[in-house]
């Protein structure tokens, strides 16, 4: 709880900062720094839409904390959800892409018009999020005259009161992302298909939705944005291909079995620190992948918060 209380903290005083920011654009991107930015991570779909952001990323916040990484932020998008640093309070009904504009503001308004970049970290849907995110900045916000936002009431626990700007922000400084399990390509399953009919998150993360369709594959900051996806062979929600989309990524990490014949879950590829892997790994320079032993998930997910696109 006190790890909370100081994020919640160090929310307050961003949040109070920006209050009195001009609507100056940014002169120009930041550089890219040596992995230790503030990181935001962004948790995936739940059906209950009571998801506790401490209880899903408690295991990466603290391994990033332990290294160096010391200002971790958890965002959440339900009405439900608990224990989370920034938190929109919608529903299992609000569009991804109507998420990922909250998210787009959210970024905006404490650290991109403040020229700071961030590091994004995100499970499953997540994912999707935060890359619409940027793809909206992209197609409805680049080139645009920044906002006066300097008189916005922001309530960290209530983002969707904020009363942002209609369209999206004119840009976002998004250093790296890493995704664990996130149907970049939607989800086929029955199990989706029938969540469909009752829950409009569902119905986005179709494959060839009109959402999926409209997200690109790795889009870009103002800054560029170095992606690296982790997946699971074991996976029974989110398919190989969907989770590396077809190893697209500038950097991307297939988990098998450990050396005790242990498995990741759609879910414990997050929460995974130790071990030594089985793992097929490459990345969009190259033509195919390599398998070997390969460090735990949260430990590559360190490695992808590096700038890693000279590599």
């Not at 787009?104 to 308004?109: R, S």
Request: aromatic share 8%; proline share 4%; charged share 20%.
């Amino acid at each position: 709880m006190h790890k909370l209380a100081r994020s919640l903290s160090l929310i307050g005083a961003i949040v109070a900062a920006t209050l009195i920011a001009t609507a100056t654009a940014a002169s120009a991107a930041p550089a890219r720094a040596d992995g230790h930015r503030v990181t935001v991570m962004v948790h995936g779909f739940d059906r209950e839409a009571d998801i506790s952001c401490s209880g899903a990323w408690n295991s990466a916040r603290n391994l990033l904390n332990g290294n160096g990484w010391g200002d971790v932020v958890t965002f959440g998008y339900y009405n439900k959800a608990t224990n989370c640093d920034l938190r929109l309070r919608g529903t299992t009904d609000t569009r991804i892409q109507e998420v990922g504009r909250q998210f787009a503001w959210t970024v905006y308004y404490l650290y991109s018009s403040k020229d700071i970049a961030i590091d994004v970290v995100t499970h499953s849907m997540g994912g999707l999020v935060a890359k619409a995110a940027i793809e909206g900045v992209n197609r409805y916000g680049v080139g645009k005259t920044p906002p006066d936002i300097s008189g916005l009431t922001v309530d960290p626990d209530h983002i969707g009161a904020t009363d942002w700007p209609r369209d999206w922000p004119p840009f976002l400084y998004i250093e790296d992302m890493v995704t664990f399990a996130t149907p970049h390509q939607g989800i086929g399953s029955a199990l989706v298909t029938a969540c469909a009919i009752t829950h409009e998150q569902c119905s986005d993360m179709r494959p060839g939705s009109g959402f999926i369709s409209w997200l690109g594959k790795q889009p870009q900051s103002q800054m560029g944005t170095d992606y690296t996806f982790l997946a699971s062979r074991h996976d029974d929600t989110v398919s190989v291909d969907s989770a590396t989309n077809k190893r697209t990524a500038h950097h991307w990490a297939l988990y098998d079995e450990n050396a005790s014949g242990g498995t990741l879950s759609h879910t414990s590829i997050r929460n995974t620190s130790t071990g030594d892997w089985q793992v097929e790994y490459g990345g969009s320079a190259s033509e195919e992948g390599e398998s070997s032993t390969y460090a735990a998930p949260l430990v590559r997910m360190m490695d992808g918060l590096y700038d890693q696109q000279a590599q």
